[in-house]
């Protein structure tokens, strides 16, 4: 396979329970700060209220549009004002939208679920609404965007794989401009299916760290604004960063559980570093998956281990919670952030190293070298995405 050309970052947009906008994000990340709490978007009949990380989404409820696309919506408009595009300046231009999610919003109604199994002709105004709500349809109609969209649902790889699906796009000469990320909206179904897979934290969740049981889910969006050098060059634009390469893999083991060798990660990891051209030396961190739960984080050491020997890495999820369908574009933001700053944040919630995981995270902000850093997503049904991004111009 031979290696990609880098595709320019312009624009960075984030909300989710860190903060209202990427800044805010940022500043928790480097202060250590986490509000895990019960659930205050709706109710359980769980004896434990397992903790969430819900986002402050301030913008308020728009008819037709479900909470997904409306987290969507503010991070992409931050983006699009951080590269310096408005929608009008955007017109007649090739601009596509690419967006991964789980959920989207598609569990959200269920009182017409409900009057739907007891024999009742409900109204259809609610699947009329959840069809209107796909994130990236969501967006274009919303910004006037009319190159391709696609809303990629692939488990928690989803946004991940938005970002390197969006990068091929302007690589392939399809698009001047995409939008690319995720979102996910946090809800009681999901809460509900989680609890019962027993991989929650009744406390605050604990990447890599001995006494972890499990994940704290949280909601929130990620977006980048991914353009094309013809058009970044007309306009004299620096980047912000740059998308290097991508590898995606799935080893098909379990519906849930990572392959205990980590295989489809591996594979993802020798893509993103051979399309990129990087060597593991080149790499100044991971932002790992890191989601809490014992599997995860057992085969996530073991393969960073093997193939990232000393590359320090950590986990973003104790300050976000589990994004779900957000979360790997969600770090990939943050993950540039980090490059542009030099340094990243501590793994919050370690404390204890696992004798049984050969490499652990690191435990205070840490200066970093070099100019490349990879963000990974490992997700169900065997599904494993791997980013390599570079530091934009300075």
Same mark, same amino acid.
């Given at each position: ?31 250590? %700060?986490?509000? *895990? ?55 007649? %231009? ?33 699947? %009329? ?5 796909? *994130? ?37 000469? =399809? ?18 299916? =989680? ?62 559980? *990572? ?49 990232? *020997? ?85």
């Amino acid at each position: 396979m031979r290696k990609h050309l880098p595709v320019a970052v312009t624009g960075l947009g984030c909300l989710c329970a860190a903060g209202a906008d990427l800044a805010e994000c940022m500043a928790s990340l480097f202060a250590g %700060k986490r509000q *895990p709490k019960a659930p205050t978007l709706f109710t359980t009949g769980h004896a434990v209220a397992y903790p969430v990380f819900e986002a402050p989404l301030a913008e308020p409820e728009q008819a037709g549009l479900l909470r997904t696309s409306r987290l969507a919506l503010v991070a992409a408009a931050e983006a699009l004002a951080d590269s310096g595009w408005s929608p009008e300046a955007l017109r007649g %231009k090739r601009v596509g939208v690419c967006i991964g999610t789980t959920i989207g919003g598609t569990t959200s109604d269920e009182g017409f679920c409900r009057a739907l199994r007891a024999g009742v002709h409900p109204d259809l105004a609610p699947m %009329k609404r959840i069809l209107g709500s796909n *994130p990236a349809r969501s967006l274009a109609r919303e910004f006037g965007f009319t190159g391709p969209s696609q809303t990629i649902v692939n488990a928690c790889s989803s946004g991940t794989d938005a970002v390197g699906i969006g990068a091929s796009w302007i690589r392939a000469g =399809f698009c001047d401009l995409v939008l690319a990320g995720g979102a996910d909206e946090l809800g009681r179904v999901t809460y509900n299916g =989680f609890t019962s897979l027993m991989i929650t934290d009744e406390s605050p969740v604990k990447p890599f760290d001995k006494n972890r049981k499990g994940l704290n889910l949280g909601e929130g969006a990620g977006m980048l604004v991914l353009e094309s050098e013809m058009l970044r060059g007309r306009r004299n634009k620096a980047a912000r960063g740059f998308v290097l390469g991508y590898g995606s893999a799935c080893d098909a083991h379990h519906l849930t559980a *990572p392959h205990p060798e980590g295989l489809g990660l591996k594979r993802a990891l020798a893509e993103a570093l051979q399309c990129s051209g990087l060597t593991p030396d080149a790499i100044a961190f991971v932002n790992a998956h890191g989601t809490g739960t014992p599997d995860n984080d057992r085969v996530e050491s073991r393969v960073l281990s093997d193939v990232l *020997p000393m590359v320090p890495f950590l986990s973003t999820k104790g300050y976000t919670g589990h994004t779900l369908g957000a979360a790997g574009a969600i770090e990939a933001v943050f993950t540039l952030a980090c490059l542009e700053q030099r340094r990243i944040p501590a793994n919050v919630g370690f404390s204890e190293p696992d004798p049984e995981l050969p490499a652990t995270p690191v435990r205070e902000i840490t200066v970093v070298q070099g100019a490349a850093a990879l963000s990974e997503s490992l997700a169900f049904g065997g599904n494993n995405a791997v980013l390599a991004l570079g530091r934009g111009e300075s």
